[in-house]
């Protein structure tokens, strides 16, 4: 009798304890919020580009604003749900906007994916963690590309903006003596891509630059 009214407390305390371990566990933070796809959203960025011609040597700099807009969602043809990204070009903020793209992104348990220019790139992955690397060019006919994260949900200050989580994913970082081949973009929660950099340069070993382009994207405004 004793220990069957032994056996009885035992699973009783044990149910108890497990049920009180799973009210206090919290759920696993995926990373989702760096990469929203609500419809509305919208974000413009201002764009600083200098470009570097070998044949004539000139040195040509571009400035712009490009604004992103998620305009709808749609099933695509595997079935999945589809975010719809309109495209817009001004080159300056009191311009008219003029539509140049129509792209699509897709955010899936394990992925946030985009569309650019008929070329699937996988932008982030989940869940977010510190150092995590994944190849960016999964599902195009490129060459493999590794990305990694880095300052996982730190703090950003950009143009004003000041944001208290936010994460680089490094996609390219090589330097030479005679060239430089830098690819990064900074996401912040809940507003998505806050500053990218593209730097692909051909330079002398004096380090005066032949060719190439440097450009940015900077974060002006975002809502939804």
């Not at 056996?7 to 919020?33: H, N, Q, R, W």
């Not at 330097?175 to 990064?184: F, G, P, R």
């Amino acid at each position: 009798m004793r220990y069957i009214r032994f056996c009885i407390l035992f699973v009783v305390f044990g149910l108890a304890f497990f049920s009180c371990k799973k009210e206090t566990e919290l759920p696993v933070d995926m990373g989702y919020k760096y990469f929203p796809v609500n419809t509305g959203h919208w974000a413009i960025y201002n764009v600083d580009s200098i470009s570097y011609n070998d044949f004539t040597g000139a040195i040509d700099s571009f400035h712009f604003q490009i604004k992103e807009f998620v305009e709808s969602v749609f099933v695509d043809n595997s079935g999945a749900e589809t975010q719809r990204l309109e495209c817009y070009y001004r080159p300056n903020d009191t311009s008219n906007w003029v539509i140049r793209d129509v792209w699509a992104e897709n955010l899936t348990a394990s992925t946030a994916q985009r569309v650019e220019e008929n070329l699937r790139l996988v932008k982030l992955v989940f869940p977010v963690t510190e150092g995590l690397q994944w190849n960016g060019n999964a599902y195009n006919m490129l060459g493999e590309q590794n990305y990694e994260y880095d300052n996982v949900h730190s703090t950003f200050a950009i143009n004003g903006f000041s944001f208290d989580s936010t994460l680089v994913v490094k996609q390219k970082e090589l330097y030479t003596l005679i060239s430089e081949d830098l690819q990064k973009e900074i996401y912040a929660a809940r507003v998505g891509l806050v500053y990218k950099r593209y730097v692909k340069l051909s330079k002398q070993p004096s380090g005066v630059i032949t060719k190439g382009i440097d450009y940015s994207y900077t974060l002006h405004s975002f809502g939804n």
